[in-house]
């Protein structure tokens, strides 16, 4: 891991920086852009990794449900890649999951290696009950839509895989 990185729980004042670090990744269709007030609405989700006082990288852990959350824009600049910054990210959203009390983790993600050496699991179908699925169903949450796999955001999802790390 790279020295003198930390990762801490994200504030107001880091999304300006966290879009732009995402900005460059969605126009490569690999992350989602959002709207600017989802990721205000978002801050408690997010942690963000600082070395040399900079943002290098960001990601968040979204509840979907009891015992289910999501690992939601995990990125990392170009320059700090290869240096441990989304392990270190990873670990704490990881850790924040387990202190929510969700026994699940659920990522949509072109980065299957990765998250792999992680303990997740690619998917196939549903990992929720069709009782929760309904529930999910009433979700304004784009998100939540991916997860759920809903044709109108098959678009969005192209080429992901679904995956899964049980706690």
Request: net charge negative; charged share 30%; with cysteine.
């Amino acid at each position: 891991m790279t020295s003198g990185l930390r990762v801490r729980p994200a504030r107001t004042s880091d999304m300006r920086a966290i879009r732009a670090l995402v900005s460059p990744l969605a126009e490569r269709r690999i992350l989602l852009q959002k709207e600017a007030v989802a990721y205000y609405e978002a801050t408690g989700d997010f942690v963000v990794a600082e070395l040399d006082d900079r943002i290098v990288g960001c990601g968040a852990v979204h509840v979907l449900w009891e015992d289910l959350a999501e690992i939601r824009t995990l990125a990392v600049t170009d320059e700090a890649l290869g240096r441990g910054v989304g392990t270190a990210i990873l670990d704490a959203l990881v850790e924040r999951g387990r202190g929510l009390g969700v026994r699940r983790l659920f990522c949509l993600t072109f980065e299957t290696a990765f998250f792999e050496r992680h303990g997740f699991e690619a998917i196939e179908g549903q990992a929720v009950s069709p009782e929760v699925y309904a529930e999910l169903l009433r979700s304004y949450d784009e998100g939540v839509a991916e997860f759920l796999d809903l044709e109108r955001v098959k678009p969005n999802t192209l080429g992901n895989t679904r995956m899964l790390k049980v706690l």
